[in-house]
């Protein structure tokens, strides 16, 4: 039941560094982000995987020395594009044409509403439109996680623009966002055992 999974999961502080999470299984949550929604469903994205032990040890010297860096399984950067202009909603409307098999020219009605919408808006708007799809493909993922019992841990601390350098984003059409480390808790985390705090329902939900 979804709502045991996430009374289940919480933001994994300690990592197993010892356990890894199976590549098929890694697919799998990788492909939970690729499958998110997102506005008009534009994508305006990109998640890589930081494989290399000593780019993440790097990650971690800039992320307040946070141990999910280096600890976790694996660590996910979940990157915004800078500026979603006409251009690329127009690979996206050539995209859809080839996915869906249809005529391009049925979607010219569609591309001029998108090309409508992205005009309303400067680019620095455009790159925090962004940035909420991102957050919604990263509430996927950590879904995906509960569901597979495979800890998550979100992290927006750290310094953004020293990681765009250090992997190159800088100097291409995206911006980091978020990381998520993911992988298996370790029986030391004390967190695990804490009560989950929320807010009741009277607080948070209201009917109108």
Avoid at 141 to 153: K, V
Wanted: net charge positive; charged share 30%.
């Amino acid at each position: 039941m979804i709502l045991n999974d996430l009374k289940w999961r919480y933001a994994t502080k300690k990592f197993d560094s010892k356990k890894k999470i199976p590549q098929k299984e890694l697919t799998i949550l990788l492909e939970s982000l690729r499958l998110a929604p997102s506005s008009m469903g534009l994508q305006p994205w990109k998640f890589i995987v930081v494989e290399d032990i000593k780019i993440r040890k790097q990650i971690r010297g800039i992320s307040w020395n946070q141990s999910q860096v280096t600890d976790a399984s694996n660590l996910i950067l979940l990157c915004a594009r800078r500026d979603v202009d006409t251009q690329y909603a127009g690979e996206y409307v050539k995209q859809m044409a080839r996915v869906q098999k249809q005529n391009i020219f049925k979607l010219k009605g569609f591309q001029l509403v998108v090309n409508g919408f992205l005009s309303l808006m400067k680019p620095i708007e455009r790159f925090q439109w962004a940035q909420k799809q991102v957050y919604i493909a990263l509430g996927f993922l950590l879904s995906a996680c509960a569901q597979m019992r495979i800890d998550g841990c979100p992290m927006e601390g750290f310094d953004k623009k020293k990681v765009d350098v250090l992997l190159g984003l800088d100097k291409t059409d995206f911006a980091s966002v978020v990381m998520c480390a993911v992988g298996y808790r370790s029986k030391d985390d004390k967190h695990a055992l804490e009560a989950k705090v929320r807010w009741d329902e009277k607080t948070v939900i209201e009917y109108k």
